[in-house]
T-cell receptor, first 109, second 114 residues
């Protein structure tokens, strides 16, 4: 069965420090992975997807099929990065997403 | 461009009652998905509707049902409410021509079952 694991409920870093939000997945098919973000008092929104291999707001994520991971990284954290981050796996042959439990990122000054 | 809107934003029901939640999809989107998000958890897929037909269902009992209307708006109905149904219910719309996995979420309806 498909599963997405985010081991950290809370990650606290100082402004300017590197950030890595961990995500591991379990899926028998060819995985398509996403990071969604929810800023305070805003709705859940797509941050980036692995297939586009792009950097959004300085964040990147590389799919590692050997380690079944899709960690989200940013070299220098900014205060505005503070948010809830969810890793998600596309399954079910359509737009069904399986989400992890989320990691709250707190960037401290 | 109008985003996804949901109503009501909050509601309280008692065990055994029935509830209907509503969602207006983003303009131009023909697919609506519903997710349940319990406290401290990620969203969990309930079901998806595409052009008024159910197009995939998660691990939820039949007392969770839905509808999609010709204007692509949608309803989620839950019968015989249980305490564990207390959660934030998220609606998300998408388009078949869009980026796969790119869902546009509403702000949710928070249901409390007493």
């Amino acid at each position: 069965a498909q599963r997405v694991t985010q081991p950290e409920k809370l990650l606290s870093v100082f402004k300017g420090a590197p950030v890595e939000l961990k995500c591991n997945y379990s899926y028998s098919g060819s995985p398509e992975l996403f990071w969604y973000v929810q800023y305070s008092r805003q709705r859940l929104q797509l941050l980036l997807r692995h297939i586009s291999r792009e950097s959004i707001k300085g964040f990147t994520a590389d799919l590692n099929k050997g380690e079944t991971s899709f960690h989200l990284k940013k070299p220098f954290a900014q205060e505005e990065d503070s948010a809830m981050y969810y890793c998600a796996l596309l399954t079910g042959g359509g737009n069904k997403l399986t989400f992890g439990t989320g990691t709250q990122l707190k960037v401290e000054l | 461009e109008t985003g996804v809107t949901q109503s009501p934003t909050h509601l309280i029901k008692t065990r055994g009652q029935q509830v209907t939640l509503r969602c207006s999809s983003q303009s131009g989107h023909n697919t609506v998905s519903w997710y349940q998000q319990a406290l401290g958890q990620g969203p969990q897929f309930i079901f998806q509707y595409y052009r008024e037909e159910e197009n995939g269902r998660g691990n939820f009992p039949p007392r969770f049902s839905g509808l999609q209307f010709p204007n692509y708006s949608s309803e989620l109905n839950v019968n015989a409410l249980e305490l564990d149904d207390s959660a934030l219910y998220l609606c998300a719309s998408s388009t078949g021509q869009g980026i796969a996995g790119e869902l546009f979420f509403g702000e949710g309806s928070r249901l409390t079952v007493l």
